[in-house]
C-alpha cells in the first residue's frame, strides 16, 4: 500500500496502535508551538498519534495544543505540575501507542515527508532501535545551515558507543523503538541538560543498534531560549553522563580505556566554559595564562592555535568572538 497521498487513508493505523508516536514535551512554548504542532499535521504518511504534554507551562501553550486536539482526534494533550523535560518526555512516551517513539522538541520543525520517508527507511533497515536523519539549524533571521556537514553523515551508516563517546552524532529529531525506551525505563529525571545524549549513551551502551539516513528531514531551531545556549551547565552535564557510564559495571574494557581519554578532554572543557562565562562577565584577571591551562578543552590544536592567538592580542575580542559563535 502505498504511503503518499492523503494522510487519512494512505497508512491506516493497526489495531494496536499507529506505527509512530511523536511525542513533544512543551514549557512555555507559546511562540512556536502551532508551527512544531502544524508540521506533524501535515505529515505525508498518516499513522502517527501525537502525544503532547505540556510540562506546567504559564503562557497559552495548554491552548494551543487543545486547539489542534479538537480538529484531529489522533492528537492528545496531557498537563502535569512542572517536573522539566525529562519528565515531560516520560508521561508522554508511557501515554504513547505506537510501536516507534519520534521525539521532536516544542520549536522544531518536521519536513512533510519525515514520517514517509523514515518509515520507508525503517522498513529498508530492519533491527535496529534507532533510526535518525540529518537535519538544518534554522536561526531568527531566517538562515539555515546544515546540522552535520562531515562526510559519514552523508551516508547510511551506523554509529557505534565509541562515535557517541566522542560526540552526539544524532540530530536531535530521532525515531526510536518502543521496546528500547521501556528497557532503559526512559529518561533519568534528575537531569536538566543532555537528558537526550544521555538516553543515546545508555542506549548504546546496552547493546542498541543505530541507523542513520542522510537526507535533510527537519528543521532545528535556534534561538535564545535554547537549553544548548548555557555552555557551562551543557559541558558539566556532559562530564556527569559520561562518569555514570564509568561506574557502570561490566563495561568493555576497550570501552572504558576510550571513555578514561574523553573525560579527560571534557573535564578540560568544562575549565574552557567556565573561564569564558568569566570573561563573558567581565573579568579578564589572568585570561592568559588561564586560557593556556585550559587548551585541552578544545576539540584539536586547529581550534585552540586561533582562539589563543585572539587572546594573546585582546582578551575582549575573544570574548566578542565567542558571542559571536553563540548567536
Not at 502505498?2 to 513533544?24: L, M, W
Request: with cysteine; net charge positive; charged share 25%.
Amino acid at each position: 500500500m502505498s504511503r503518499s497521498g492523503n494522510p487519512a487513508t494512505s497508512s491506516p493505523t493497526s489495531a494496536h496502535g499507529p506505527r509512530f508516536s511523536v511525542i513533544i514535551p512543551a514549557y512555555n512554548a507559546e511562540a512556536y508551538l502551532a508551527d512544531t504542532i502544524g508540521s506533524v499535521v501535515g505529515q505525508t504518511y498518516g499513522s502517527w498519534e501525537l502525544v503532547l504534554v505540556d510540562d506546567g507551562s504559564t503562557d497559552s501553550t495548554r491552548a494551543i495544543a487543545a486547539g489542534y486536539a479538537e480538529r484531529d482526534p489522533r492528537i492528545r494533550v496531557i498537563t502535569q505540575r512542572n517536573g522539566g523535560c525529562s519528565s515531560a518526555s516520560n508521561t508522554a512516551w508511557r501515554a504513547a501507542r505506537g510501536e516507534y517513539i519520534c521525539i521532536i522538541g516544542a520549536d522544531d520543525l518536521y519536513l512533510p515527508g519525515y514520517l514517509e520517508t523514515q518509515s520507508r527507511f525503517i522498513d529498508d533497515n530492519p533491527g535496529y532501535d534507532i533510526y535518525t536523519c540529518n537535519g538544518v539549524k534554522f536561526f531568527p533571521d531566517g538562515t539555515e545551515v546544515p546540522y552535520f556537514t562531515d562526510a559519514r553523515h552523508r551516508r547510511v551508516t551506523s554509529f557505534v558507543l565509541d562515535d557517541f563517546l566522542e560526540s552526539n552524532p544524532v540530530f536531535g529529531v530521532a525515531i526510536f523503538r518502543r521496546d528500547l525506551i521501556e528497557r532503559l525505563g526512559g529518561y533519568r529525571e534528575h537531569l536538566r541538560n543532555a537528558e537526550d545524549y544521555d538516553f543515546w549513551i545508555r542506549a548504546m551502551a546496552s547493546g542498541a543498534r543505530h541507523r542513520h539516513n542522510p537526507p535533510v528531514l527537519a528543521r532545528y531551531r535556534k534561538h535564545g531560549g535554547n537549553k544548548s545556549g548555557n555552555a557551562v551547565a551543557a559541558a558539566r552535564a556532559l562530564v556527569r553522563i559520561l562518569e555514570d557510564l564509568e561506574a557502570t559495571p561490566g563495561l568493555d574494557s576497550a570501552v572504558r580505556e576510550h571513555l578514561t581519554g574523553v573525560l579527560v578532554r571534557r573535564r578540560a572543557a568544562v575549565a574552557r566554559r567556565e573561564l569564558e562565562s568569566r570573561m563573558l562577565g567581565g573579568d579578564f584577571s589572568r585570561a592568559r595564562r588561564a586560557f593556556w591551562e585550559v587548551r585541552g578543552g578544545f576539540a584539536s590544536r586547529l581550534k585552540y592555535a586561533p582562539a589563543l592567538a585572539a587572546v594573546l592580542l585582546s582578551p575582549r575580542l575573544y570574548t566578542h568572538l565567542v558571542l559571536a559563535r553563540h548567536r
